[in-house]
């Protein structure tokens, strides 16, 4: 909680409850959600907030780090919470959109060495695998 209230201050923005109640929303689940999704659970939740207000928290969440934000090639951006900003890529199933995370050294040791022959400094990298998963073959 106190990082999130960090960012609303840095950012000029009010701690309010709608935000607080969007912020345990997104902390309650570890699944890879769009914001419409979000904001259709806090509404089944009897959440009192705006649309709009989902959607600028979540937008100001993940410029911050907090939340991942995940473009699959749907058209939709799917959020996740970053609770220890701990980093890992995704296999995305094609057939049914279903998300498994992984951790690999040997591909982010890779990564270093070649950004490092191109004499490219990394900031970050988002790195998807598609595919069909065990149930859609």
């Known amino acids: 909680m106190t990082s999130f209230k960090k960012i609303l201050r840095q950012e000029d923005l009010r701690y309010t409850r709608q935000r607080e109640e969007i912020w345990n929303e997104i902390q309650s689940s570890s699944e890879h959600r769009d914001a419409e999704e979000i904001y259709i ?7 009192k907030v705006s649309r709009a207000t989902v959607y ?8 911050n780090g907090i ?12 959020y996740e919470y970053n609770a220890e900003f701990t980093h890992h890529d995704h296999l995305v199933c094609t057939g049914c ?35 069909i998963c065990e149930e859609c073959h």
Do not use: M, P, W, Y
């Open 56 to 63: 600028r928290t979540i937008e100001l969440l993940s410029r």
């Open 41 to 47: 659970s806090l509404l089944k939740k009897d959440c």
């Open 97 to 131: 959109g279903k998300i498994i995370e992984f951790h690999d050294q040997q591909i982010e040791n890779r990564q270093e060495i070649v950004a490092e022959q191109n004499n490219f400094k990394l900031n970050h990298h988002n790195h998807q695998l598609f595919g």
């Open 67 to 78: 939340v991942n934000q995940l473009n699959i090639g749907d058209g939709r951006s799917r």
